[in-house]
């Protein structure tokens, strides 16, 4: 391969991960506010398992995919030559993406990696630390003493935003499709078995809770709006099955409730940037840890996508480029 070449994870069409190729392609060339990465490690969400099967719109063809990363800069104004760890929005989408040997991102977007984390730790936190941080902090502005219900709370991202409560000294009660314990939670509601609203209120005293992080939406948003204390707010980043909810309007403005949406794809590049800084010292000081990884030669990066879209991996699959 010369040097000015590549290898890539491509898609020229959307469909199921045998979609995608191993090819060669250029090295792309940074921008004035850009940075080249030599990728080190890359972590694949399920989101890019969507961004490939063509669930988002604004996806343009062909693309790499691929949002989370972390590497050596290799060209750019900043960081030139440092470890580096991030994640961008358009990454996959608009842009080509992580899940290949180098990428150009905005360089605002990029974090010196912790030092307490392998280059494979570090690819792996992105998406799920930043959707978390922006929910819990930003959005539901979690403040020490308060209880937060995390529902989906098994996930990546509601395991990240309980660490991240947990950081901030707020009690977490989790919700899942378990009764198993959940690390980092007062308490665990199974929402297959157990009433939500009911449960929570016997967990809180008949208070309710302050603040709902919802990873899930759909049916569970009402009875999610109905275990709010009063002033209580609800932040959500997605919703399974039908989109559209319905809720008792009178009850939710007299609580003086609040619902509030996140979504990591409209974050600015700078958001990105502030929000990894400030996750930098949780993970430095080890008030966050990152998540239980695979790690995946990224020779085998179709097999561990088809393995992902199967539900047949535990662990977050990291593509490893050395």
């Known amino acids: ?147 937060i219900l995390i529902i989906g709370a098994a996930g990546a991202v509601g395991q990240a935003a309980t660490q991240i409560a947990n950081w901030k000294n707020a009690h977490v009660v989790g919700a899942d499709i378990t009764s198993d314990p ?13 009433d939500l ?11 309710g809770v302050n603040a709902v992080f919802n990873t899930v939406g759909g049916p569970l948003l009402e009875p999610a709006l109905e275990a ?20 008792n309007l009178v009850d939710f403005y007299h609580n003086f409730s609040r619902l509030l949406g996140v979504d990591s794809y409209g974050l600015t590049p700078q958001q990105v940037g502030e929000i990894a800084n400030q996750l930098q010292a949780g993970f430095e000081t080890g008030a966050l840890k990152p998540p239980a990884i695979d790690i995946v030669p990224f020779e085998k990066a179709v097999d561990a996508y088809s393995h992902m879209a199967a539900g047949q991996t535990k662990a977050k699959q990291v593509l490893s480029f050395d």
């Open 1 to 147: 391969m010369s040097t000015d070449r590549m290898k890539a994870l491509r898609f020229s069409e959307f469909g199921p991960p045998s979609v995608l190729r191993i090819e060669e392609v250029a090295i792309p060339e940074p921008g004035e506010e850009e940075a080249l990465v030599r990728v080190k490690a890359a972590a694949i969400n399920p989101s890019d398992i969507g961004d490939v099967a063509g669930h988002f719109k604004k996806t343009t063809l062909p693309r790499t995919p691929g949002r989370d990363f972390a590497g050596v800069v290799v060209k750019g104004k900043q960081h030139e030559g440092e470890e580096v760890w991030g994640s961008a929005p358009n990454l996959g989408i608009v842009r080509d993406g992580s899940h290949a040997e180098y990428v150009v991102v905005p360089a605002e977007t990029l974090s010196p990696k912790p030092k307490s984390l392998s280059m494979a730790q570090a690819g792996s936190i992105g998406v799920p630390y930043l959707t978390a941080w922006a929910s819990v902090v930003n959005a539901a502005q979690i403040q020490p003493g308060e209880t």
């Open 182 to 194: 959940i690390p980092g939670t007062v308490a665990v509601v199974n929402t297959k078995s157990e």
């Open 197 to 207: 609203r009911e449960r929570v209120m016997e967990l809180t005293a008949g208070k």
């Open 228 to 247: 709010l204390a009063f002033g209580g707010r609800q932040v959500v980043i997605a919703s399974a099955g039908n989109p559209r909810v319905s809720f």
